[in-house]
Structure formats: structure tokens, C-alpha cells
């Protein structure tokens, strides 16, 4: 068998980047590196965003909204049709320049280039669908309705997981919604955000020209997120990451009485019942645990397992870890990539030991040498004895704890016994158990599914999590709200003033 060599990390991303339209001097010569976690390399060296250039662009973005908001939607969402024309286009370089920037293989590479393009078809329908409710009023010849009206502009901070998907969820709906949008993506993944704003810069050429500051990026650390935190033109924050960032983004927005869309860290669990279908639960497994490297925020974390299916699922559990290949993520075959950085690596190594002393045994989680650097590990699974904190905890890294459960109500109590509530999922035939689980007195997730995984969601359906996830909502139903404000009009084209409630109140 031959191996087909690879070209380096460096050199394809510089190609990526010429090809996606963006200038050199936005990623070289900078002080702010650009790393792959392919292999560890440097790929860029950005010029930072100074705290009064993104004063200066939440402002502009703040200009641009007064004017965005009068063009009418169904016009603002053709400059968000032809975004995902671009997307389109670019979908095999940007996808790839995912997969060398944040380390997912290429097929999901491409999927999350594929995720902004649907919500750019969500959002163009959308632009004609902002609808607001007639109202039954109390009082004759009078009309309630509610309008919905642009809010202004809306913060986006970004993770490093979904380095462009995030920010489409958030900007294809606010853009049609009529408000201006500011980007801080992760510092971990600036490259991806400085491709997706050349192409957005291009459909806004083609749309004839959109107002200065419209879609602005800031490139830097969290000081920057900061800002758009702080910021009284900033009347809707979406953040994305991890739950320590939420918990101090959280009381310094209600400070200001903006509203935060919160997007924080999972811990997903999936129950296996007594009828669930085993190859199903394999397959969702495999693909819910180990893909993206296990740094998915709805990443499939606990596993909690009937006593009766126990000693059948687990050795082909272990079976299916054990044939997967990890390595660089651009080679065909390669299921698992790379940990993001130093730091997610030591973070799965401690998590692992922590497991072992509660008692936990584990198979899997070795390093894997791949030519070149980087974190590569294999996933772990780690056979628990209850639910001790380290299971309750997040780790960005693909572990999967196991737990053995005898009652439903017992797998449930098991389930929402952690801080987290995002995705969830339950494997049964019978419907008793599928229904309880989706009820109010089952998974208290955002998420619950039936015989699939607790990962890979639609963008039709609105996503996010309870508890410390965060309570945001994004993507699709009418998560649309949160980027609008709501106005009840009530209209009397009558000649009596009646009040409500049959208050008088007649002077003269
Ligand atoms: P992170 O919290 O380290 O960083 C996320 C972003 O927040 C970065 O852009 C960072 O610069 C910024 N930031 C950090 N502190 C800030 C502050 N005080 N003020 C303003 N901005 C700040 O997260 P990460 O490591 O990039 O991503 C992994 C985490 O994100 C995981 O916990 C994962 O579950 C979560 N996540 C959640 C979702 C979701 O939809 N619920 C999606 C993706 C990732």
C-alpha cells in the first residue's frame, strides 16, 4: 500500500487562503498566531483588532443598523441568498481550511460549510416569514397585533469547535431580522472567520453595495468578546463556548439589561433500554463519541447502559474504538483527528485519571504518534461505577463514561443529574419509554431524540440547552425572536375611547 504524501499544513493553508480571496497582510506579519492542530505549525500570524479599531466598528456596525433596518426584509434576505451562493462555491476550500484550522476530517469539514449554507436557505425563507400575531381585542373597533422590529446590533463570540458554522446560525438570521452584525470568533480559529468574511464581503459587492460596518470582525482574545459584552449598541449577545465563559458574559450583559443567547458546554448522555436495536446503538454511538475528536458541545459523553444489554453492547462497543483510525484528518479513512491544542490534551489525560480513581476502568485514550505533531489520542471508555464528578464534568475530549442502570426512573435520575442540559437521546423500541423520555418528567435537555444520537442536529429545529448550557436558542423554528424586538400595537378607529378592563375614568 502506498501513502500518499500530504502536502504541509503551512503551504495548503496559504493556497486555501489566496484561493477563498483573502489578502496576505490580514494574515501575515500580525501578532496573533494561527496554529493547525494537525501537526502543531504555525499557518498565520494575524494582525490584532486595537480596542479602539473595535470601538470604532461596533459604532459603524451601530450606523449601518439605522439604515440595514429600513431596507425590507425580503431585500435583506437576497444579500443572504447570495451568501450561500458563495458558500456554494467555496464549500471544498473553506471546508478544507475547517479541517486544517480547527482538525475535523474533511467530511465534516465540509459538512459544517454545508450547515451555513442551509441556514442561509432557512434565512432567505425566513425573510418572508417574520410574521407577527393578530390579537382578539376586548374593546369594539379597536385591533391588537404584535410587530417585529430589527434590535440593532448583535454580538457574535464564537468557539473553536464550529469556527464558521456558529457565526452563519447567528448572522444569516440576524441580517435578514435587520440588524448589524459584530464577529469575535475564537482566538483558536481566526483563519476560518477572516475566509467567511471575504466571501460575505464578496456577496455584499454583488448584493450592490451593503452599508459600511454592516458585518464587521474582530480578531483577537476574549479582551475583544469583552467589549461586545460591555457595549450599551450591542442589545443582543450571542456567546458561544464554554460554561465558565458564560458564567462571567452572563451577569455583566443583564448589567447592562442586554439579552444574552447562550451556547455553553454540554453533557450529553444517551440511555439504552432493554429493546433498543444494539446496531443502532453502535453505529450513534460511534459517530456521537468519537466524531469531531470528541470536542463537539452535544458529543456523547455518558453512556447509560440496562443491566441486560450490558455485557452485549460493550465488547462491540470496544470493538468498534478499537478499529478506528485516527490520524491526519485530511486522509481518507480517518475517522478521529486531533485534539485542538496542549492544553485539551492534558485536560483528557487528568480526566482519565480522575476516572480511574473513582474507580473506573478504562480502555483506550493512548496517545497515537502521527508524523508531523499535534494531540492525537485515541478515544477512551471509561467503565464507571456511579456517577462521580467527573463524570458530571465536560471534558473536551472524546471520553465516553459508561453507567449501568436497573429502572427507567433510575436511568432518568442518572441523566439529568448533571449541571449541564443540551442534547440527549434514548435507544428503545417501546413506546411507553420513548414517550416518557420526551415528557416533561424525562430528559430536561434542549435536545431529546429517539434512536439516534445526541449529535449532528438540523438547523431546521431551534438549538440549545437548559441549566448551565446556557437557555440560548439559535438556528431555526422561531429562534428568529431573539433577534428581533416585539412591539404590541393596539389601534382604535373608533370615536369612543373605551379602557380596558371597564376602567372610567371621564373627566370634564
Ligand atoms: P471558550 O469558552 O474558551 O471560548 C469561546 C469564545 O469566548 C472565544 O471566542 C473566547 O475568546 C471568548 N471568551 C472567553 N472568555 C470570554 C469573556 N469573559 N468575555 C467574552 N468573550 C470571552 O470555549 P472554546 O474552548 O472555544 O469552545 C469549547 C466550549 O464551547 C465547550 O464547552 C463546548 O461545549 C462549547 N460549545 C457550545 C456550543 C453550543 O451551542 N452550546 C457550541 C460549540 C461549543
Known amino acids: ?32 498566531p494561527a496554529r493547525s492542530p494537525l501537526s502543531g505549525a504555525e499557518i498565520g500570524r494575524l494582525p490584532e483588532t486595537g480596542a479602539a479599531e473595535a470601538e470604532t466598528a461596533i459604532g459603524a456596525a451601530h450606523a449601518a443598523f439605522l439604515a440595514w433596518r429600513d431596507v425590507p426584509a425580503p431585500r435583506r434576505g437576497e444579500l443572504v441568498r447570495l451568501l450561500g451562493e458563495e458558500l456554494r462555491a467555496a464549500k471544498e476550500d473553506l471546508g478544507r481550511l475547517v479541517t486544517l484550522e480547527a482538525g475535523k476530517i474533511l467530511s465534516e469539514g465540509l459538512g459544517e460549510v454545508q450547515e451555513m449554507i442551509d441556514i442561509c436557505d432557512f434565512a432567505v425563507g425566513l425573510s418572508r416569514q417574520l410574521y407577527g400575531l393578530t390579537i382578539a381585542t376586548e374593546r369594539p373597533s379597536h385591533r391588537m397585533m404584535e410587530s417585529w422590529h430589527p434590535s440593532g446590533v448583535v454580538g457574535v463570540v464564537t468557539a473553536f469547535n464550529f469556527p464558521v458554522a456558529v457565526w452563519a446560525w447567528n448572522a444569516a438570521l440576524a441580517l435578514v431580522c ?4 459584530v464577529w469575535k470568533p475564537s482566538e483558536k480559529t ?19 453595495g451593503v452599508p459600511d460596518g454592516l458585518c464587521a470582525l474582530l480578531v483577537g482574545g476574549r479582551e475583544l468578546g469583552e467589549l461586545l459584552v460591555d457595549s450599551k449598541l450591542v442589545p443582543v449577545l450571542s456567546a458561544t463556548g464554554s460554561t465558565a465563559m458564560g458564567r462571567a458574559v452572563a ?22 433500554t432493554p429493546t433498543a436495536d444494539l446496531d443502532l446503538v453502535v453505529r450513534a454511538v460511534a459517530f456521537a463519541a468519537m466524531g469531531t475528536a470528541g470536542q463537539r458541545c452535544t458529543t456523547l459523553r455518558r453512556l447509560i447502559v440496562h443491566a441486560s444489554q450490558y455485557d452485549a453492547l460493550l465488547p462491540r462497543l470496544k470493538q468498534a474504538y478499537a478499529s478506528v483510525t485516527v490520524g491526519d484528518p485530511r486522509r481518507p479513512g480517518t475517522l478521529v483527528g486531533p485534539l485542538i491544542d496542549a492544553g485539551a490534551d492534558a485536560g483528557m489525560t487528568a480526566a482519565l485519571e480522575a476516572a480511574r480513581q473513582d474507580g473506573g476502568t478504562i480502555s483506550g485514550g493512548e496517545a497515537v504518534a502521527v508524523s508531523g505533531g499535534g494531540h492525537y489520542r485515541r478515544p477512551a471508555l471509561a467503565e464507571m461505577p456511579g456517577q462521580s464528578e467527573i463524570v458530571r464534568h465536560e471534558t473536551f475530549a472524546p471520553i465516553l463514561y459508561v453507567l449501568r442502570y436497573e429502572t427507567l426512573d433510575e436511568a432518568i435520575a442518572l441523566h439529568n443529574d448533571v ?29 431529546a431524540n429517539v434512536n439516534i444520537g445526541p449529535s449532528g ?13 446556557g437557555g440560548g436558542r439559535e438556528s431555526g423554528s422561531d429562534a428568529w425572536k431573539a433577534y428581533m424586538r416585539r412591539a404590541t400595537n393596539t389601534i382604535n378607529y373608533g370615536r369612543e375611547l373605551p379602557l380596558a378592563q371597564g376602567v372610567s375614568f371621564d373627566v370634564g
Request: net charge negative; charged share 20%; aromatic share 6%.
Open 1 to 32: 500500500m502506498t501513502i500518499q504524501t500530504l502536502p504541509s499544513v503551512a503551504d495548503e493553508a496559504a493556497a486555501l487562503l489566496d484561493r477563498l480571496g483573502v489578502p496576505r497582510a490580514a494574515w501575515t506579519g500580525g501578532t496573533l
Open 178 to 181: 435587520g440588524d448589524a452584525v
Open 190 to 208: 481566526p483563519l476560518t472567520a477572516l475566509a467567511t468574511h471575504a466571501l460575505f464581503n464578496r456577496a455584499a459587492a454583488r448584493f450592490g
Open 251 to 272: 451577569p455583566r450583559v443583564a448589567a447592562r439589561f442586554g439579552r444574552a443567547i447562550l451556547e455553553l458546554g454540554g453533557n450529553n448522555a444517551a440511555i439504552v
Open 419 to 447: 449541571p449541564q442540559g443540551l442534547s440527549s437521546s434514548i435507544f428503545t423500541n417501546d413506546l411507553r419509554e420513548a414517550e416518557r423520555f420526551l415528557s416533561a418528567s424525562g430528559s430536561d435537555c434542549g435536545i
Open 457 to 469: 442536529a438540523e438547523i431546521g429545529g431551534a438549538f440549545g440547552g437548559e441549566k448551565e448550557t
